[in-house]
């Protein structure tokens, strides 16, 4: 089957829940705590996550123009690859597939099992029973999605509508009791002094705090893409994949900013920044006797969500690149009954199984930290890309709505914003020379391979 072959079976609900599925994973439960550390006061962390959101909406705004103009199976590879050539396109589906997507798959993985074990025996596994179990999730949901698109986006309903109520739940809790000795709200403003003493922050001026502490919330609120890779397969994509970008990146906007609220109401500056284990404290302050069990049900589900999603969504990247004749021919072709592309979907998974046997939880955490922030290089590219492709003669000019040309050029700037404030903090710094090490690799790779694309496959 060609590139235009995939079935189209999802519909807006269902592309909706991939974008909102795909967004809210585990960090929502714990980022709030680091994001607090670096901020230094309750009010420059909201200030984090509510501009943290509004870059968020920037971004879906101008995914969503893209949305409308690239409508096939791993669009975003497309953009990148008609805006600035094959090998950019080819950098950023390598470094997805072999770092983001599978370390992430197998991180999710560990998180997920890890909550599963404190629900049924009460405490975490580890060693080889917690890798073997993993691993288990890992295959189980790799199969999931071979089976058919309609199975995988199943399970991504399920698990988008019950880690909303979870999030949705505490926040009614916060509002509707009042803790015990509530803490003074802290105005932006007067945050200054407090952030600048903040962990890692120290010496920094007011807006690096600002942006150092955005940088967790922006890998939180990231994975609106996710409808761009899968965009081949929703039907009506030139409508219904902008109306699931903006939808989704909406709800998990009001989400997130009214959880935070929740956690400092609940838990107060101290208590959220200094917290392990955020949520579980946050719920167990009002509720101690169920409280951690339900936070280890929607950490658990909220796992198995976003780990669904890299396997149902990031294949198709690595399919739509091999169709287009720059990857192995073999993950091009789509199973007949199943219509799934099997081989790019295994690729995903085994390299996950990989990493999870191979470099463990500490080295897979090193390697996502470098190639994540890299990948804030190919947003930054994918926010420019309108106003590039409308200045290509050899492409018919299309027409991008959404606030072109003015909310491209604020998502972009928010990027480089997040990237000078990654760059800042000093651990962030060391783990990005990872990612510039990975992109090395992978450019040489396409220069040695697939500088010349390869014929497709019938």
Not at 107 to 124: D, H, K, S, T
Not at 346 to 351: E, F, T
Request: contains cysteine; proline residues 5%.
């Amino acid at each position: 089957m060609s590139a235009d072959q995939l079935r189209r079976v999802l519909g807006p609900v269902g592309a909706t829940c991939v974008v909102i599925g795909a967004i809210i994973g585990v960090g929502i439960f714990f980022t709030p705590s680091s994001v607090a550390k670096l901020a230094g006061s309750s009010g420059m962390a909201l200030a984090a996550w509510a501009v943290g959101g509004f870059i968020a909406m920037m971004g879906a705004l101008t995914f969503a123009s893209l949305g409308r103009v690239y409508s096939g199976a791993g669009a975003q590879y497309e953009i990148l690859r008609d805006a600035y050539g094959p090998l950019p396109a080819f950098l950023f589906v390598f470094c997805n597939a072999t770092a983001i997507q599978a370390g992430a798959t197998a991180i999710i993985a560990i998180v997920c099992m890890e909550n599963i074990g404190v629900l049924v025996r009460g405490a975490a596994p580890a060693g080889s029973t917690l890798a073997a179990g993993s691993a288990a999730l890992i295959v189980g949901l790799a199969l999931v999605n071979v089976f058919g698109v309609r199975f995988g986006s199943g399970v991504q309903n399920f698990t988008v509508f019950a880690k909303v109520i979870v999030l949705i739940t505490i926040v009614v809790l916060a509002a509707l009791i009042t803790p015990a000795a509530p803490p003074p709200a802290a105005s932006v403003a007067s945050s200054a002094a407090a952030a600048a003493q903040s962990a890692g922050a120290a010496d920094l001026p007011l807006l690096a705090v600002l942006f150092a502490a955005i940088v967790p919330t922006f890998f939180s609120y990231g994975g609106w893409q996710h409808a761009l890779w899968i965009a081949g397969e929703v039907r009506d994509a030139r409508r219904n994949v902008p109306l699931a970008i903006m939808l989704g990146v909406s709800l998990v906007v009001l989400v997130y900013v009214s959880s935070n609220w929740a956690y400092l109401r609940l838990l107060g500056f101290e208590g959220v920044s200094s917290s392990p284990t955020l949520a579980a404290d946050a719920i167990s302050a009002v509720w101690p006797r169920y409280g951690r069990t339900v936070i280890a049900a929607g950490v658990a589900i909220s796992a198995l969500g976003v780990l669904n999603a890299q396997l149902l969504s990031g294949p198709r990247l690595v399919y739509r690149m091999a169709a287009d004749g720059r990857f192995f021919a073999a993950f091009a072709r789509v199973h007949g009954s199943w219509g799934t592309p099997i081989a790019a979907i295994l690729l995903i998974g085994g390299l996950a199984l990989v990493l999870l046997f191979a470099a463990g939880r500490d080295g897979v955490d090193k390697l996502l930290a470098g190639v994540v922030f890299i990948d804030g290089v190919f947003f930054a590219l994918t926010g420019l890309a309108p106003l590039v492709l409308r200045r290509r003669p050899t492409l018919a000019a299309p027409e991008f709505g959404y606030g072109y040309p003015v909310v491209p050029l604020i998502f972009v700037l928010g990027e480089v914003g997040i990237m000078f404030g990654a760059y800042a903090a000093p651990a962030t710094r060391q783990a990005a020379l990872i990612g510039v090490g990975w992109i090395v690799a992978a450019a040489a790779v396409f220069l040695i391979r697939f500088r010349r694309p390869a014929s497709r496959p019938a």
